[in-house]
């Protein structure tokens, strides 16, 4: 529900921001002027220029709360990582969207090397994301090792042991086989074929439906911990390889965020102040 809502602000604001400058966004470059709205839309007037104030803030404050959090624990006891970085990915990518729109789509220059250094950020974000929901973590956020996965899936193996009342064939379907080759630690047809026969072996357990269900989900929980530790190594190595590639570029944004301010000030553009 948290990330919905994240999700469905970001669009219903885009939209709302595409379809109010339809009119003058679309115009060729050399026509804006003539625009009745002209004065409104440009990147120095009230509204363009005040989303591209909210859009640039919108970054820092992501950025720099999420820094905080991570790194020296700020609101440590009031939020956890894992919702700070959900929040930190809808700022830093709402937030470009708002400069683009402050920008009216003119990319030249500087402003060139700033977008695209824009969107190789919220890119390598979202590709971020991805590679940090694959690592096991701890409620707090805090990245699981090997040892304690491992451990976590002993203890899962012991309850789904109680679980079956000591039924070999359940415990002979979710030992690991050394010698099965597996994709990132995943073989999708065997995994198929063992929930197979384990929905078999449910329907002929003689349990009761609780207990099935219970069962059910043990087992279900230890095969995605089994898919984690398979995947765990290769995702801790792209991870760190995925922070050569975006922070660089963060950094990149914002000293041109920070050269084109002191330009735009030097310059006398104020918004309302």
């Not at 009216?104 to 969107?119: N, P």
């Not at 971020?128 to 002993?154: F, N």
Request: hydrophobic share 50%; aromatic share 16%; proline share 3%.
């Amino acid at each position: 529900m948290y990330i919905f809502s994240m999700l469905l602000t970001g669009i219903l604001v885009t939209f709302y921001i595409a379809k109010t400058g339809y009119s003058y966004y679309t115009l060729p470059l050399e026509q804006r002027f003539y625009h009745p709205r002209y004065d409104w839309f440009k990147p120095s007037g009230l509204f363009g220029q005040g989303i591209g104030i909210l859009g640039t803030f919108m970054i820092l404050f992501g950025v720099i709360i999420y820094i905080l959090r991570k790194r020296y624990g700020f609101l440590k006891r009031f939020i956890r990582l894992k919702y700070l970085l959900e929040f930190h990915i809808f700022l830093c990518s709402l937030g470009p969207i708002l400069v683009m729109f402050h920008t009216t789509f003119k990319f030249g220059g500087i402003v060139s090397i700033a977008f695209w250094s824009m969107v190789a950020v919220v890119l390598s974000g979202v590709i971020g994301r991805y590679i940090y929901i694959q690592i096991p973590r701890t409620i707090e956020g805090r990245a699981l090792t090997l040892h304690e996965v491992k451990s976590r899936q002993e203890e899962l193996f012991e309850s789904i042991r109680n679980a079956s009342r000591g039924n070999d064939a359940f415990l002979e379907l979710i030992i690991p086989d050394p010698h099965e080759k597996v994709f990132f630690g995943f073989n999708w047809i065997k995994e198929i074929q063992r929930n197979q026969k384990i929905r078999s072996l449910l329907i002929n357990s003689g349990m009761e439906i609780k207990e099935v269900n219970h069962l059910r989900r043990l087992i279900k929980e230890e095969a995605k911990m089994k898919s984690k530790i398979g995947r765990l190594a290769q995702m801790q190595k792209l991870f760190q390889y995925w922070h050569v590639a975006h922070l660089p570029f963060a950094l990149i944004l914002l000293l041109i965020v920070v050269i084109h301010v002191a330009v735009t000030l030097a310059l006398g553009y104020k918004w309302i102040f």
